[in-house]
């Protein structure tokens, strides 16, 4: 408890903010352990801080205040077990060992929040419930900010959380984490959904909707942070966090003032964020030097430290980028990594060369808007308007981020209609 004078409001208020971002998971993951059940661990980690936003401005902020919300949810656990009368083997005993004061948790529940993320992201749940209870149960995030990010419904929200937790107690998806043989497969998955919710972030797909979600990429960083502690040989999971990091630092030069979207070699590169470029760089060195082959988000992160290197886009080593992407195109032979690969080769060797490679791309991208709109820029680069306008017309059509849109109308309609 507080022990020095009156407690200032704004003190608190942030003490409870630092707590719920660091000590969610852990209490939700602890709970899940000791109870068995996903429901029960979120709604006492919930009624907990709500007990701690009414008690911390009257008492003080306790001097642990992990190993107090940790107390306090386990108390509203065995209080809603005994009050529903329900309870099955692992609740049973649950209650038998039950100390009214137990020890704050440390050492073993680093692998219990391991556990919780790993659940969270099974493979046996769709993509949709995979991000919402990471979110929900990991991030601590609640279901209005969910449904407010992804522009769901929060009833919708709510339902898809409920049926995910509702899979893993009848599919009896286990609680731990997964066997040396399963990991490696089981960590993408993991990553994939991080990423998902850092580019929802980073270009909000939604109609209507800012063009850049800052919450939601800052929570996909410290997310990713999480799994870095919690995994720190793994290099993709480094990987990750240095392509994130990189891409975050230039987010202040990436939309103006009105809303505006500013490409990459157009951006104030002094308005860069030095410090998070700083760490980025260092993470993708520390894996160049570990002498394991990159991944994919290794390689992702060493494209986007060439670029975040360069003082002036005229100072990028586009060279350097094509291997990169030459290497990347190896793991991952998709159309999308090949269209950024032509991006890059138009660079180096000029936009009719970079043209014909992307034209070799157009039955597979076919709906995919970047494919138009960068066609649409090499063929005005080339100075064939026409073909341009109508280029930029088609990426136009298809659905997208609002400001992404604005800016393919404003490049269309510079162009002067051929006569």
């Not at 936003?53 to 656990?77: F, I, Q």
């Not at 993709?236 to 009105?258: C, D, H, K, P, Y």
Request: proline share 5%.
């Amino acid at each position: 408890m507080n022990a020095g004078g009156p407690v200032k409001a704004g003190d608190v208020a942030d003490a409870i903010t630092r707590a719920h971002q660091g000590e969610w998971a852990r209490v939700v993951a602890s709970l899940t352990r000791r109870f068995g059940d996903l429901d029960i661990a979120e709604e006492a980690a919930a009624e907990a801080f709500a007990a701690a936003v009414e008690r911390w401005p009257a008492d003080g902020v306790p001097p642990s205040p992990g190993a107090w919300l940790t107390t306090t949810a386990n108390r509203k656990a065995i209080d809603r077990i005994r009050r529903e009368g329900k309870r099955d083997g692992k609740q049973r005993e649950a209650l038998m060992l039950y100390d009214d004061d137990p020890p704050e948790p440390r050492g073993a529940i680093e692998d219990e929040r391991l556990r919780l993320i790993f659940t969270c992201c099974h493979p046996a749940l769709s993509m949709e419930a995979r991000v919402a209870l990471t979110l929900r149960m990991v991030g601590g995030l609640t279901v209005p900010e969910i449904a407010r990010a992804f522009l769901v419904g929060e009833d919708a929200l709510a339902r898809r959380i409920t049926r995910a937790k509702a899979k893993i107690k009848t599919a009896g998806i286990p609680y731990r984490v997964p066997s040396a043989g399963d990991l490696r497969p089981r960590v993408a998955g993991v990553l994939e959904v991080l990423f998902l919710v850092f580019n929802e972030g980073y270009l909000a797909t939604g109609p209507g909707t800012d063009p850049v979600r800052r919450d939601l990429a800052a929570e996909a960083i410290r997310l990713t942070r999480l799994i870095r502690g919690l995994m720190p040989d793994d290099g993709e999971v480094a990987g990750l966090l240095a392509l994130m990091l990189l891409i975050e630092a230039r987010q202040a030069a990436r939309v103006t003032a009105g809303g505006d979207l500013v490409p990459l070699g157009e951006q104030d590169r002094g308005a860069w964020d030095t410090a998070l470029i700083a760490e980025g760089h260092r993470l993708v060195r520390e894996r160049l030097t570990s002498g394991v082959g990159p991944g994919r988000y290794q390689l992702l992160a060493a494209i986007n430290a060439v670029h975040t290197s360069a003082a002036d886009v005229r100072d990028t080593d586009w060279s350097q980028i094509v291997a990169l992407y030459d290497q990347l195109v190896r793991l991952d032979p998709s159309p999308v990594v090949a269209l950024n690969r032509a991006v890059a080769v138009a660079e180096l060797d000029g936009p009719e060369v970079g043209l014909a490679v992307v034209d070799r791309l157009g039955d597979a991208l076919a709906g995919y808007r970047e494919y138009h709109a960068t066609r649409a820029d090499l063929l005005r680069r080339l100075g064939r308007i026409g073909e341009a306008r109508a280029a930029y017309g088609r990426a136009i059509e298809v659905p997208g981020n609002a400001a992404e849109t604005a800016y393919l109308t404003q490049r269309r309609d510079q162009l002067a209609s051929p006569t």
